[in-house]
């Protein structure tokens, strides 16, 4: 095995065989390759739904989320196939759609930055996302370093970002479409449903600090007037996305991307609505995010951080 770090401020290949025969030893390699760079990349790998599981079991407990509720037709959007009972852990991200029912979930669309399900109480740990069909151009996946964007805030900042609680909108997903079942919560954020973090975590398995945004709309730093988090959050923003601290995938089939949500944001760029992209998910079940003053020295991308602090 072998892990190739990317030119990047994030990410790595990973190359190796069939991920399918990997035994302890190399699971734990993989496991170290996912702590070290934030994002992994291994390619040319058939799995099927029950393989993509057994491969993802071995990182922990699955996050089952929710079945996205069918779209309404007045919306211009049609109805989503159930789940697969027969494996349940695995979600369909797909544009496709056959006999008017579409075969997965979040369309062709931009999505835009943000870390999956933050509006959870336990937000996951990582998400591992297997690649079936993807179009010739367009669907690229950016993700960025929420480490880097921690150290190399200007110290001022910094220290505001140390001491602020952030509430996470739950209303609205990815693709900015309300969630039905928050279609009549209240538009004022200080009220509207979602869960409160830390703006900065500690990552319980390297013990260093990043930035937690989640996602910007409807976002809201608890104990600040409105226009005052507005202001704060747009500024956080501007840095976090910065160009330096992202890397971009370009997908193809038999991809397989491997992220840890509690340190990288991910964004997706929208693609031709007549191309095919099908994409099968696993999530990793996470703990509540939680912050501590204790930082881990010697980290592999420890010197881009004191560089940009610099």
């Not at 035994?23 to 992994?40: N, Y």
């Not at 880097?148 to 990815?174: Q, V």
Request: charged share 25%; with cysteine.
């Amino acid at each position: 095995m072998d892990v190739i770090p990317m030119s990047a401020a994030l990410g790595a290949e990973v190359c190796c065989d069939d991920l399918r025969a990997l035994g302890a030893t190399a699971v734990a390699e993989v496991r170290q390759a996912w702590l070290d760079h934030l994002v992994i990349l291994v390619r040319r790998q058939k799995l099927s739904d029950a393989e993509l599981v057994a491969f993802g079991r071995q990182f922990g407990e699955f996050q089952y989320s929710n079945p996205l509720p069918s779209p309404l037709a007045n919306e211009g959007r049609v109805a989503q196939q159930p789940r697969d009972e027969r494996v349940p852990e695995v979600t369909i991200v797909s544009n496709i759609v056959e006999n008017g029912v579409a075969q997965g979930g979040l369309g062709d669309g931009e999505l835009v930055w943000h870390s999956d399900m933050s509006s959870f109480e336990s937000p996951p740990n990582q998400t591992i996302l297997h690649a079936i069909e993807v179009p010739d151009s367009g669907g690229n996946t950016g993700f960025n370093n929420m480490y880097l964007a921690y150290d190399t805030l200007p110290l001022g900042l910094r220290e505001r970002a140390d001491a602020l609680m952030l509430k996470h909108d739950a209303t609205i997903d990815a693709a900015g479409y309300v969630r039905k079942q928050f279609k009549d919560a209240p538009e004022d954020l200080r009220l509207s449903p979602g869960a409160v973090h830390p703006l900065v975590r500690t990552h319980p398995e390297t013990g260093r600090n990043c930035l937690f945004l989640g996602r910007r709309a409807r976002s809201y730093l608890v104990g600040l007037e409105i226009d005052q988090s507005e202001r704060l959050l747009d500024e956080l923003w501007a840095h976090a996305t910065r160009p330096e601290l992202a890397w971009f995938h370009r997908w193809q089939p038999g991809d397989l991307l491997m992220w840890d949500n509690r340190c990288a944001m991910h964004r997706r760029e929208p693609f031709d609505r007549a191309a095919r992209r099908m994409l099968h998910r696993v999530v990793i079940k996470g703990s509540t995010p939680s912050r501590t003053v204790v930082a881990m020295p010697g980290h592999p991308r420890g010197h881009l951080a004191l560089e940009h602090a610099a």
